[in-house]
C-alpha cells in the first residue's frame, strides 16, 4: 500500500486549496463553539463532565450564521465516542459550509469544484433511486417506500428488530460503495428514512431526498444535502430515526423567528479522508499530526 511522502504538506496544500476556492466562491470563514452543552443523547458525543461536551459534527450551530452572511464555511475538530480504525478516529477534521438560496445542483457542482483537484479520478454520478427501482421494481419518485424496507433487510440478511436507517446504509454500502473501486462515484437521490433528516425532499417526487455521498476508491468524502424547508416535516423525519436532538431545535428557532432563511444547502468534507483519498491509500492516520498529544486511543 502506498503511504504519503509527506502528510503535513499533503494537508496543508488540501485546506489552503479549499479555502481559496471557497473565497472565490464568496463565502466567510466563522468559528463556532467546540464545546456545546447539549449532550444529544447516549454514545452521540464525547463528555467533557459537568462542562458540557466536545461537538461531534459542527453542523446547526454553522447553518445559523446564515443570519450574518449567505455563504458560511468552517473548518475544524470534530470529536466522536467510537472505536478508532483506519477511517474513524476519536478526532478528526471536518470542512462544513452553508449557502442560503442556492440549488441543490449549484452545491453539487461546488463539491465537484473543491474535491476534483485533489483525487485521481473523475467523479461519476449513480442515482440510488434508479438503482432501488432495477433491484425492486419500486419507483421511489412516484411511489411510498412500502414494504421496500423488509425486502431490503432480507437482500442484505437484517435482523427483524434493525431500523430502516440502518438497513439502508448496509445496502448501499454492500451494493453501492463497492461500485467506487478505483474511481469516485456521486451517490445522489436517496431515499427517505436513512440517516440525514435535514435532507429536503426533491421536488415532484414522494421519497427522494436532496441528498449525496461522494464516495472514492470506498471511502466516503463529501456528504451534502438540500435543507429541509419545513419545520415540522423536519421534526418529524428526524424524530422518526431519532435525531431531532436540542441543537436542531435551536437552529429552528432562529429560523422560524426570521433570522436565519430556511432555504439553504449544506455539505460537509472529511479533511483526512480527502487527504487519503488524494494519495491513494485507504487510512487517514497518516494525517492525524501530534496524535501522542490528543485523545487516548485516536490513532489505535
Known sequence: MPTPREPIRV????????????????????????????????????????????????????????EHHSRVFEIGPCFRPEKPDDLHASEFTMLDLYAAGESFDYLLELARLLVAPHIPYQPVNISVADYIQNVFGVDLRHSPLGDLPQRMAARVGSGPDEPFKSILG???????????????????????????????????????????????????????????????????????????????????????????????????IGIERLCAASSGIRDIRPFLQSTQFGLRDSHA
Not at 44 to 60: S, W
Open 170 to 268: 448496509r445496502f448501499i454500502e454492500q451494493e453501492l460503495e463497492i461500485r467506487s473501486a478505483s474511481r469516485a462515484v456521486f451517490l445522489t437521490d436517496y431515499p427517505v428514512g436513512g440517516d440525514e433528516p435535514c435532507a429536503r425532499l426533491t421536488p415532484s417526487t414522494t421519497s427522494v431526498l436532496n441528498r449525496f455521498e461522494l464516495i472514492v476508491d470506498g471511502i466516503e468524502v463529501v456528504h451534502g444535502y438540500e435543507d429541509e424547508v419545513d419545520g415540522a416535516v423536519f421534526a418529524d423525519r428526524a424524530r422518526e430515526v431519532g435525531l431531532y436532538d436540542d441543537e436542531q431545535r435551536l437552529a429552528w428557532e432562529a429560523i422560524d423567528a426570521g433570522r436565519v432563511p430556511a432555504g439553504s444547502v449544506g455539505l460537509g
Open 11 to 66: 494537508k496543508s496544500n488540501i485546506l489552503f486549496s479549499l479555502r481559496e476556492v471557497l473565497r472565490a466562491e464568496g463565502f466567510l470563514e466563522a468559528v463556532t463553539p467546540v464545546g456545546r452543552w447539549a449532550d444529544l443523547g447516549p454514545g452521540r458525543r464525547v463528555p467533557l463532565g459537568e462542562n458540557g461536551n466536545l461537538r461531534a459534527m459542527i453542523g446547526p450551530a454553522l447553518r445559523v450564521t446564515l
